[in-house]
């Protein structure tokens, strides 16, 4: 059973900085996409990074392009998420989430089978 931990939301300022972390309680080692994603009130949930955690390769929403930047250390079984330039629109709660398998990062929420409990950013 796969566990997702997610931690580091919090409130901030416009034009602040927040770094989220993601720890998989897991005993293996698994190749594949991982994400976050995040919900809005009253909003569908929406990919906003993706890293997948064999060639490293990245994936982003438009609207998060230059300005988060999402990581893998495999070292410590931990994705992140660094957000810069925070705007108020930013403000939702964040989920990360690991897909069932594929070769490469994947916005597709779909593919994503397991979830941690999110952590809420506020931007104002």
């Known amino acids: 059973h796969v566990q997702l931990v997610e931690s580091g939301g919090g409130s901030v300022q416009a034009g602040g900085s927040l770094r989220l972390s993601c720890v998989v309680q897991?005993?293996?080692?698994?190749?594949?996409?991982m994400g976050w994603f995040r919900q809005a009130p009253g909003e569908e949930r929406e990919g906003v990074a993706s890293?997948?955690?064999?060639?490293?390769?990245?994936e982003y929403a438009d609207s998060v392009k230059d300005r988060f930047t999402v990581s893998w250390d495999k070292s410590k079984n931990t994705m992140y998420l660094q957000m810069d330039s925070l705007k108020p629109e930013d403000t939702a709660k964040y989920y990360c989430a690991m897909a069932h398998g594929g070769g490469w990062a994947i916005l597709d929420i779909l593919q994503y089978i397991y979830w941690g409990q999110g952590t809420q950013v506020t931007v104002s």
């Open positions: 897991d005993n293996l080692y698994r190749r594949i996409p």
């Open positions: 890293i997948h955690t064999g060639d490293k390769s990245t």
